[in-house]
């Protein structure tokens, strides 16, 4: 984590905050974004269950969970005063290192592969539909938890507004890497491009706290920081 990042924050959360960025858990396939397994690969396409548009697991072919903190950047859940079809959150992790890392996942796991973009703001953006067809109303992003006293399995913590978050806020986003597909010049669906598709935001900190101001499945059990 980059110091002036953190540098408001008191050594209780900066505790939790170190925590969270080294977790992994194998059993429940969640991973820090730190700690993302090297093997990492698109999963497999049998006929039961098509995981091939999702980053898995090779070992178990399971999708695997990311976790990555960072206080808001900008958000969209919104269009016209009613929820949009697709909504996103956008993130400054908390650590450049981080972000860079981001940016190479989504142009390497890109085919073909996007060019880096090392100039370019170090923002992490995850995103998904908040209905699941076209015509279909859209249902308010609602798999927001309230982590600012403690983070722990989602059953236990309260739910938060997605409309009560705001920039700034320290947040921690659950994430999969995922890749849609695209027609190249010859119509044929030979291309995709890789992106976060956002699962679960986690308020760990609200910027206008006082404090800031002065100074299911893949469970992850008895798990609490």
């Given amino acids: 984590m980059d110091i002036e990042e953190i540098r408001s924050y008191s050594p209780t959360l900066v505790n939790r905050l170190e925590t969270l960025s080294v977790y ?8 820090s974004l730190a700690r993302l397994p090297p093997s990492a690969c698109w999963g497999k396409n049998d006929p039961y269950t098509n ?9 178990t072919d399971d999708a695997i969970l990311i976790w990555v903190i960072g206080h808001i950047s900008s958000m969209w859940f919104l269009k016209n005063n009613e929820p949009d079809r697709q909504c996103s959150v956008t993130i400054v992790p908390l650590s450049r290192d981080l972000g860079r890392y981001a940016n190479r996942l989504i142009c390497g796991f890109s ?4 060019p880096l973009l090392e100039e370019s ?11 699941s067809k076209a015509g279909e109303r859209a249902t308010l992003f609602s798999s927001v938890y309230d982590a600012r006293e403690i983070f722990c399995a989602k059953s236990e913590m309260m739910p938060y507004s997605a ?3 705001k920039r700034k806020d320290l947040v921690l986003m659950e994430m999969k890497l995922c890749r ?12 995709h491009r890789a992106q976060f598709e956002l699962n ?10 006082a404090e800031f101001e002065q100074v299911g499945e893949n469970d992850i059990g008895d798990f609490r920081v």
């Fill in 200 to 209: 679960a935001v986690s308020i760990l900190h609200s910027a206008d706290d």
């Fill in 111 to 114: 085919s073909p592969p996007l």
């Fill in 163 to 165: 409309m009560d978050l």
């Fill in 121 to 131: 703001p170090l923002l992490i953006r995850g995103s998904r539909w908040q209905s």
């Fill in 180 to 191: 849609y597909f695209l027609k190249d010049d010859n119509n044929r669906y030979s291309q």
């Fill in 51 to 59: 995981r091939s548009k999702v980053l898995c697991n090779p070992a």
């Fill in 24 to 31: 992994e858990n194998q059993t429940a396939n969640v991973y």
